[in-house]
């Protein structure tokens, strides 16, 4: 139950990003702000609320045109949403917060944002933690070996085959909580090539527990770890769950990773209000 801080009603936009959907509010104010987990958890739950994998307040900065908080929908705070940042961006652009070109201040550092005809190309912070050839221990003893990159949050990176037809949560859900990871554990991504720059992939969201029909930091993570790989592409194109397309772009300086961009869409479902009984049960 929430307390009498919250508002008779929320006004509320439902996105999505390549199928990862989101329920975006303005809390500029600071209204939501002490309660956030808990108003996550509770709208972001489907068949009881307006259901959502998350939700993102966009709060005021001193140093970006906004700031974008990302909730899972378990209530759970993370520090960087590439999906959820291009529909931040998308959000701010239509109400007239900022431009079509932008800074968004996130918990994982700035991202630049602009507005495309049809998308929302997203610039992210470099990867803090790269580590190739990661072996993890599942259950029943077995081992994993895959790539874990830390952009934000953390993603585990393993090549798979016949990823349509695997039994992909049973297999990912124990790989998310390998104790290789420690107490809190990672996002897993299962990727194949399709050809040259072009790959499948399918993510197991930690906070979400649950295969999302997309993920754009975890195309992210793939993109960085394949290149390290020797997967030399300037741009790397993900064929999602939801049959969207994210493509990831890796930028260079004197053979240095210097940019990270992050293209799809960001659409604008519905915008709606919501009564106590969304929240109030």
């Known amino acids: 139950m929430l307390n009498d801080s919250v508002a008779k009603r929320i006004t ?21 702000s002490e309660q956030a987990n808990v108003l996550a958890k509770k709208l972001c739950s489907r068949r009881y609320s307006i259901g959502a994998d998350g939700l993102i307040l966009i709060e005021n900065s ?13 209530g759970s705070e993370f520090n960087l949403c590439g999906n959820g ?9 239509v109400n007239v917060i900022a431009s079509k070109h932008m800074i968004i201040e996130t918990n994982a550092g700035s991202l630049a944002a602009e507005i495309l005809q049809n998308n929302v190309k997203l610039q992210v912070p470099l990867p803090v933690h790269i580590e190739l050839n990661k072996v993890i221990h ?3 003893k077995n081992m994993v070996n895959g790539h874990f990159i830390i952009i934000g949050d953390p993603h585990f990176i393993a090549f798979g085959k016949n990823l349509a037809q695997m039994p992909f949560n049973v297999i990912a859900k124990a790989m998310r909580h390998s104790p290789s990871f420690g107490s809190e554990g990672s996002n897993i ?9 072009r790959f499948l992939v399918r993510t197991y969201e930690r906070g979400v527990e649950d295969e999302t029909l997309a993920c754009g930091s975890g195309c992210i993570s793939a993109a960085i770890a394949l290149h390290k790989l ?13 049959g969207f397309v994210l493509s990831v772009y890796l930028q260079f300086t004197d053979n240095e990773l210097t940019g990270v961009y992050l293209e799809g869409d960001a659409r604008i479902v519905y915008k709606g209000e919501a009564f106590p009984e969304a929240w109030n049960y």
């Open 189 to 197: 991504d299962l990727i194949m090539q399709v050809r040259e720059n």
């Open 62 to 74: 001193k140093k970006a045109n906004f700031k974008a908080r990302f909730f899972n929908a378990d």
């Open 138 to 140: 599942v259950e029943n």
């Open 12 to 32: 509320y936009y439902k996105m999505s990003g390549a199928a990862n959907d989101f329920i975006v509010i303005d809390n500029r104010n600071g209204q939501y």
């Open 230 to 242: 020797r997967f030399p592409y300037m741009v790397y194109i993900f064929e999602t769950r939801s």
């Open 85 to 93: 940042g291009r529909c931040a961006a998308r959000f701010a652009f």
